[in-house]
Structure formats: C-alpha cells, structure tokens
C-alpha cells in the first residue's frame, strides 16, 4: 500500500494531490494517508502538505527498499516478489536459499549492503552499503544449457542502456560481463545455473552496480569505480533499478522470442575492443590476438597473429 501511495504523488510530481483522491483510489480511510505519507516521510522522502490542496512529493531521496522499487515497476511486470535485505553476506547465497523453497521465475532480491559479495571467478565484489546497487534475479528460462552465458550478455545490453536511460551517460559493455566507463569497471554481471543433466532449472543473474561510491580499497582503485566517481553527480539507485528491471524485461522475452540474433547488435553496439588487440587469460593458458566479434551463440571470436581463429567460452579479458 505505501508503494501505491508513493506511485500516485509521483504520478502528480508538479501538482499536489488531495488526501481524498488517495484514499478513494486506494480505498483506505483519510486517517490511513496520513500514516503512510507519515511513514514516508520518515524514511527520507520529503513530502509537503497544505490544507485544501493536498500532499506534494517535493523531493524523493536515494531510498531503496521493497515498495521503493515496487512503486515503480509496470502493470505487467514479472518481478513481483520482490526481496529486499538491509544487509546480506551475497544477494547469490539469499537466491540459492530462496531457490531451495521454491522461489518463482522473476524473484528479484536486492541489499543495501553485501559482507561477501562475489564476483566470477571466485573474486570479491567490494559491496558497501548506502552506495551501489547489489541485486541477485531468479529465472526460469526454458533454454538449452549451452545458451546460458547469453543471458550474461542479455543483461548486459539491458543494464547499459538502463544506466543511459537513469543518468544520461553511456557506458560499453566489455566482454563477457564487465560495465566500463572511462575505460574502468563500474559494473559486473555474475550468472550461475542450476541443472538437471539436461535442462536449465533456473538461473540466478547477479547484478553490481558501483553507484554514488566516492572511495575504493586500494587493491582494486585502479581498475574500478562509480559512475558517481567518474561525473561528480550522484544517482538515484531505485530509478536505475526500475530502468534495469524494464529493459531485462523486454530484452529477455524478446531474446526468448526471437533468438540471440536480436541482442548480438545491441550488444556489438556497446561493445569495446572489437576490433583491437586483446589478451584473453583461460583456464587453459593465455591467447593473444585482435577481438573479432561474438558470434551467433555470444561466444567471443579471437584472431592470432597467425591468423587462426579461437572461440573463447570464458576467460579474463586484457585490453
Ligand atoms: C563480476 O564482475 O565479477 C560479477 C560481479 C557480480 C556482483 C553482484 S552484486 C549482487 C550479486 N551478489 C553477489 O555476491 N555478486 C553479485
């Protein structure tokens, strides 16, 4: 209910709203609005109010919780159990719990903070809270096995232009998960399946997105930032959150519908280093070579210096 009233004053942002259109829209009593507008209030939103006209959202602060989020999510959208947890050890670990209980396609879990958030390759994802967005999906994808890292890059494409929707600025994908602006990671995509010997069960696709940090460990200072870091604006994290969720939305079902050859010039749009000389670390050793593309399952094409050709499943990328 609090999402439905937050919804209505932000319908109305430039004019106020009258206490009795709240609550006959929402069927609850008067006394009801003022709880609710005074429960928002007290979570960091600054809501006006003048007798005879009504309330006015004046200014929405950078607040993430469930009904922040879901206030802001289309009529038709999949993500309706929503999770929000002030502090995780990793939004993964809650999804692979949920996941045990049955959790449904579109289960969203998001955390202010993480204590051990991970990234791929068994790394660290430095998860301050009040800063950046950790949030892990659960899907159901009725996809072959081998199609899953597409997914990864599916998200990709949908939280670049998100980022470009939410704050104006474009960001390039680096493949196969890494979001770079200003040639440093500002966020990464960790997609892990769960399977049967021959079918995908579900997928759990990690999101970090490093927000309004303003300060990193010095392990990783050189190689990562914010986007706050790199404008010198600061973000709201819910409306980036709400752009993402809409753009996977649809990126999704339309790469469901009509294949992977719908995202591939999306995501070559942003991609970076196409073209150029790459280093690509495996677990089978090191292969140097110029990045040629993806190709039409969204595996990375490498060309050596001897002109043979390499698909890369997985690997580190060096510029
Ligand atoms: C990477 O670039 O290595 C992937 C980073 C993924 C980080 C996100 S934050 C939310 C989710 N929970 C985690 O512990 N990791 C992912």
Redesign the pocket.
């Known amino acids: 209910m609090k999402a439905k009233v937050l919804q209505l004053l932000r319908t109305c942002e430039d004019h106020f709203v009258s206490g009795e259109h709240i609550s006959n829209q929402l069927s609850i009593s008067r006394t009801m609005v003022w709880k609710y507008i005074d429960a928002l209030r007290k979570e960091g939103y600054v809501i006006k109010a003048v007798s005879n006209k009504g309330y006015h959202l004046v200014e929405e602060m950078d607040v993430v919780n469930e009904h922040a989020i879901r206030s802001r999510l289309e009529v038709d959208a999949i993500f309706q159990n929503i999770i929000y947890e002030d502090t995780v050890t990793?939004?993964?670990q809650v999804a692979y719990k949920l996941l045990g209980e049955g959790a449904p396609h579109g289960t969203l879990i998001v955390a202010n903070e993480?204590t051990s958030?991970?990234?791929?390759l068994g790394?660290e994802?430095y998860?301050p809270a009040n800063t950046g967005i950790?949030?892990?999906l659960i899907m159901r994808p009725n996809i072959e096995m081998q199609q899953t890292p597409q997914l990864t890059l599916v998200a990709a494409v949908a939280l670049a232009r998100a980022i470009k929707e939410a704050t104006n600025y474009d960001v390039q994908i680096k493949w196969p998960?890494?979001l770079i602006f200003n040639g440093k990671k500002i966020a990464?995509?960790?997609t892990e399946m769960q399977s049967d010997p021959d079918r995908v069960k579900s997928v759990i696709i990690?999101?970090?997105i490093n927000v309004n940090q303003q300060t990193f460990p010095e392990s990783i200072a050189n190689i990562a930032s914010s986007l706050s870091l790199e404008t010198r604006e600061t973000f709201h994290r819910v409306a980036i959150i709400e752009h993402f969720l809409r753009e996977f939305q649809w990126l999704y079902h339309t790469y469901l519908e009509k294949g992977f050859s719908f995202i591939k010039p999306l995501w070559e749009a942003r991609a970076i280093s196409i073209g150029e000389e790459i280093l690509a670390k495996t677990a089978n050793g090191e292969l140097k070579g110029v990045a040629e593309g993806i190709s039409d399952e969204g595996v990375l094409l490498l060309k050596d210096s001897e002109g043979n050709s390499h698909r890369i499943y997985s690997a580190d990328i060096h510029l």
């Open positions: 990793s939004t993964q993480q958030g991970r990234g791929r790394r994802w998860s950790w949030m892990s998960n890494d990464g995509i960790l990690g999101i970090g």
